[in-house]
């Protein structure tokens, strides 16, 4: 009995965590680019989890995972939140794999090739503009990930 | 060939300097046979492309497979250290050495390589000769080695110019062309024209690299087609692999190479033969080959391993060097915000020396690398900022990225060594740190170079120091002397104590001076590729 209870829950877990990777996918795609990843691009990153991602949550990496999949708004102020964390979040290297899976994608090109002709004012203005983004979202996120790290 | 026969001379290894030595002796109609393990790319051979890094990017919808790799073994999240920089397509070079050359070490993490071709299928392709003043202390000066790097400049490709750099790089008739310089690279050499007076004052030289890349075509070879994927593949072969040299070697019927050998010991009877036993990596047993000579070229750790083991001398301390490398993460603000060239090479697109005290004084060198033709998530991982807007940043700046690799000169200390445990299966043992006043020095002169950089209008974002073992150059295990001391060669590569045991790879190379040691190793074994020659004849 024991052993066919496992072998039930086995692939019922195992289904939960896939559906659980293709949303996460989803989301990390809108975040990083604003696109909705086709399937393809789901699978790879699904497929990519399991290559580069094998080691098992920290308590810490767990908690702010389980926070963004119940509440996907918070994903960007968590990224901010661990972004100078050191040793790479789990959170952070999800996007990294994401980041990497949607670069090598050519319908992705336009959102996330090198700009090179931007000229001097037009940089200064977005580098500017991103970097305040980036700096009131790492106060906001740092805040956001002590409270979720701590309940 | 039978491999029963005893042949002319018997060549370990398959690298820059083994088919380099090997030349010189099958050119001459000698019998030869290469003993190797060549390893080869079995998954990404003949998958790439062939075209512009750009146009892949815009169109190959499988680009994932060899940029990021099959087992996505692209996307790392380690620590940089020696193979960092190896792309997917290249990290084959590697393969088996952790279960057939084991290393035990704290502080030295050294890439080896049994692939056909050895490092030099992965390799950056610098090739700044020494100059009389970098051979220093050697039993050997410049004039023993210029004939061979006209040789194997011949024979290999090698861009430059003769410009301001020649004092620190020395003349070479054989020399092509330089290869274009990208946007990146041009927008810093110009400014370095505007002030090359108060630069020089300071003892900062910048001009061509010379490369072992084609500028036009040679040997079969085509010229670099700036397409920007030298990091990714070998199409057109204008930059040099050690396999363009061993596929000229395969045309002579007197060489012959036995693959999937790795070489353990070696033993010198009293008929005069070298007897070589080697294990077959695919099965369980040994063999034994037969040759009136040995030239040992697999490489320092591995030819190391190799005499020790045969001479019996376990346990024993032999010294190491290698050049103390970092990576100055720098930002060209000569090209903020402007267009680029699409087309582009991959390699160094200019070379840097710090010289205060002149070219005759040890100098420094670098090589400037522009970040292109490298994906962005690689810059973004190390950048603390939240991704959407790393991603925004990163597209603006990368065009103005670059690295500055500086690779710091070395000398052999009581706190650099290696040595072997007895046993088939056991460790190179290596320590290795630099004293208190060699940081000091390799800081101060950081620091210097940083001051000359700012004058070039290059900020300094972020220097990475990749660990000891990172620039690759592995040398000095058995180092040259004039004196007939165990566990040295002599000025010709033979090895002490014995009648017909050379050594022509990085190990016999007493010291670094602060330059790639692959072309004067190249040279080094075309020389003693000659004397052994010379010998067998006599």
Redesign the interface.
């Known amino acids: 009995m024991v052993a066919t209870s496992r072998s039930h829950t086995a692939p019922i877990a195992a289904s939960r965590d896939l559906a659980d990777l293709r949303r996460e996918a989803v989301w990390l795609a809108r975040y990083l680019i604003d696109v909705e990843p086709p399937t393809d691009l789901v699978e790879r990153y699904v497929v990519a989890n399991a290559k580069v991602l094998r080691e098992t949550p920290t308590a810490r990496d767990a908690r702010i995972l389980a926070f963004v999949h119940a509440h996907p708004w918070s994903l960007g102020w968590l990224d901010a939140g661990t972004a100078l964390t050191r040793g790479a979040p789990l959170l952070r290297r999800k996007l990294v794999v994401m980041m990497a899976i949607l670069e090598a994608t050519p319908e992705f090109l336009e959102q996330t090739a090198p700009i090179d002709d931007a000229g001097i004012a037009a940089l200064a203005w977005r580098l500017g503009r991103a970097g305040a983004k980036a700096a009131a979202k790492i106060v906001g996120g740092t805040l956001l990930a002590a409270v979720v790290v701590r309940t | 060939m039978s491999s029963d026969a005893v042949v002319d001379a018997i060549v370990v290894g398959s690298g820059p300097s083994a088919v380099n030595a090997a030349y010189p002796l099958v050119e001459a109609g000698l019998t030869v046979r290469m003993l190797d393990v060549g390893n080869r790319d079995a998954t990404y051979a003949g998958t790439i492309p062939d075209g512009p890094f750009s146009e892949l990017?815009?169109?190959?919808?499988d680009?994932?497979r060899y940029?990021?790799g099959e087992?996505?073994e692209?996307?790392g999240?380690g620590h940089t250290g020696a193979g960092a920089q190896l792309t997917p397509p290249r990290q084959y070079v590697c393969k088996d050495t952790d279960r057939l050359q084991p290393i035990a070490s704290n502080s030295f993490f050294p890439l080896q390589s049994l692939a056909e071709g050895g490092l030099g299928q992965a390799w950056g392709a610098g090739s700044p000769p020494f100059s009389a003043a970098d051979l220093a202390g050697f039993p050997i000066g410049l004039d023993d080695l210029q004939p061979h790097y006209e040789v194997v400049a011949d024979r290999i490709g090698i861009s430059g110019a003769r410009d301001d750099l020649m004092p620190f790089l020395g003349p070479m008739f054989a020399m092509q062309s330089p290869v274009e310089v990208d946007s990146n690279g041009e927008g810093i050499l110009r400014r370095y024209a505007a002030q090359r007076r108060a630069l020089n004052k300071t003892g900062v030289y910048l001009g061509h690299p010379r490369i072992a890349m084609l500028s036009r075509p040679h040997r079969g070879r085509l010229a670099n087609r700036s397409w920007d994927m030298d990091f990714w593949s070998d199409a057109g072969k204008s930059v040099y692999r050690p396999t363009w040299t061993l596929d000229e070697l395969k045309m002579f019927s007197n060489f012959s190479v036995v693959s999937r050998r790795l070489v353990r010991t070696f033993e010198e009877r009293a008929n005069g033969e070298v007897v070589v036993t080697a294990a077959n990596v695919d099965g369980s047993g040994t063999e034994q080959h037969r040759a009136r000579s040995l030239v040992l070229a697999a490489g320092t750790l591995g030819t190391t391993r190799i005499v020790l083991r045969s001479l019996s001398h376990f346990e024993r301390a032999v010294p190491l060097v290698c050049n103390p490398h970092s990576y100055a993460a720098l930002l060209n603000l000569n090209t903020?915000?402007?267009?680029?060239r699409d087309e582009r090479h991959s390699m160094a697109q200019f070379c840097l020396v710090h010289a205060p005290e002149g070219h005759a004084r040890p100098f420094t060198v670098g090589h400037f690398y522009s970040y292109?033709s490298l994906?962005?998530?690689r810059l973004?991982?190390d950048n603390?900022?939240?991704?959407?807007?790393?991603?925004?940043?990163?597209?603006?700046?990368?065009?103005s990225f670059g690295v500055l690799i500086l690779q710091h000169r070395d000398e052999p200390s009581s706190t650099k060594y290696c040595s072997l445990a007895e046993g088939d299966e056991a460790p190179l043992e290596i320590e290795y740190s630099l004293s208190a006043a060699e940081q000091l020095r390799n800081d101060a002169i950081e620091a210097d170079i940083a001051r000359g950089l700012r004058k070039l209008r290059c900020l300094k974002l972020k220097t990475m120091r990749p660990g000891h073992a990172a620039s690759v150059h592995y040398a000095g295990t058995l180092p040259m002397s004039s004196k007939d001391v165990e566990l040295t060669t002599d000025r010709d590569g033979r090895l002490h104590r014995t009648r017909r045991v050379y050594i022509a790879d990085g190990s016999v190379f007493p010291s670094l001076p602060s330059k790639g040691l692959t072309f004067t190793m190249m040279a080094n074994a075309d020389r003693i590729g000659c004397h052994v020659r010379s010998a067998l004849r006599a």
Request: aromatic share 8%.
């Open positions: 990017r815009r169109t190959d919808r680009q994932h940029f990021l087992e996505l692209g996307i999240f903020l915000g402007e267009a680029v292109r994906l962005l998530f973004m991982k603390p900022l939240p991704m959407r807007e790393n991603l925004t940043i990163m597209r603006h700046l990368s065009p």
